[in-house]
């Protein structure tokens, strides 16, 4: 007869414990940026609602800007690096695929107890990555979990695009998760649709262009309105999911913090999800811009900064972006 499989002793919740972000020294504005692309500075704000964003110096390298960010969300959430049982880290801005950069990470740290993965899924990879320390600390294999969104986008996109330069930034936001008393983070509502994988994806190969530079360096490209039609058409309603399966009403709800992608996006998303004037939206695209997999957390960290919302509070966060794909959960705020 078989013997029966011991499993780790499981916490019946999880729930953010810390929040931290980091966000680069340098800050550029619209007119600054139009320099070398035929554009204005009111044109870039129209479409986008962007004033201003930070792009990271050749110090402010992945590694340290999320190590940057990670440290104030241990510091907050009381954890010490040593706790760390699982570093997941959530990029798509890396310029290698080895080793992990949440290998890196958590060495940075001193976290080299913990295990240490990557997660891809672009503007939805935090998202995701909360989702999987979420169930790790539930499940009872985790009880301590860093996850990270980090970003060096003006690495990966072209500065004379105008379609993407305009939009996308650097920066670095970070929560730890934990076991918690009562329900602390709401199951995940997720989904992708590979018929859109084309609308934002890398044209040409690093490969190609390390073995001959003059064959063009690979650059981010991406359709804005079949990605705007898809985020209309699929993540909006995917968002009233979330709160549904959270057990929430718009009424209910105290912070909307989706990926901050365009603001006009996040307006037309709030109002399709029937918030009131009692729900704070994050804003933060006008002075970060879109740091992808970063802007969840780090527009989660500035209303926290801010007091906008406080301890005890609800949080509708949603990611989505290439693939096109998209991960959203409510969280209670630490």
């Known amino acids: 007869m078989s013997g029966n499989i011991r499993v780790a002793a499981r916490a019946t919740y999880s729930a953010v414990l810390g929040v931290g972000g980091y966000r680069p020294r340098r800050v550029v504005g619209n007119e600054e940026l139009c320099v070398g692309i035929d554009s204005t500075p009111e044109w870039i704000e129209s479409r986008s609602g962007i004033r201003e964003r930070g792009f990271a110096a050749p ?27 699982l570093v997941l880290v959530a990029s798509m801005s890396r310029l290698v695929q080895t080793p992990p950069l949440a290998v890196l990470v958590a060495d ?30 539930v499940a009872g294999s985790a009880r301590q979990v860093l996850v990270v969104g980090a970003e060096r986008m003006t690495d990966i996109v072209d500065p004379l695009d105008r379609s993407v330069s305009v939009l996308f930034a650097d920066g670095a936001g970070a929560v730890v998760v934990g076991p918690s008393a009562r329900p602390g983070i709401s199951r995940v509502v997720r989904g992708a649709d590979g018929r859109y994988a084309d609308a ?33 058409e699929e993540v909006a309603p995917a968002a009233g999911r979330v709160l549904r399966e959270a057990g929430l009403t718009a009424d209910g709800l105290d912070a909307f913090v989706p990926h901050q992608a365009n603001l006009r996006m996040i307006g037309l998303m709030a109002e399709r999800l029937g918030l009131t004037g009692r729900t704070v939206v994050a804003r933060d695209v006008v002075r970060a811009g879109n740091t992808s997999a970063a802007s969840v957390p780090l527009a989660l960290e500035a209303l926290l900064d801010s007091g906008a919302v406080g301890t005890g509070g609800t949080a509708l966060l949603m990611g989505f972006g290439a693939g096109l794909n998209y991960a959203g959960q409510v969280v209670e705020l630490p």
């Open 59 to 85: 110090d402010e390298t992945l590694p340290m800007m999320a190590n940057a960010a990670a440290e104030k969300a241990l510091a907050r959430a009381g954890t010490a690096p040593s706790e760390v049982d």
């Open 108 to 137: 940075g740290l001193g976290a080299r107890g913990a295990a240490a993965v990557d997660v891809s899924g672009a503007c939805a990879g935090f998202c995701h990555a909360l989702a999987l320390a979420s169930d790790a600390v």
């Open 200 to 232: 934002l994806r890398m044209s040409g190969s690093w490969a190609r262009f390390a073995a001959d530079p003059e064959s063009g360096r690979p650059w981010m490209r991406m359709d804005g309105r079949r990605v705007f039609r898809w985020a209309m």
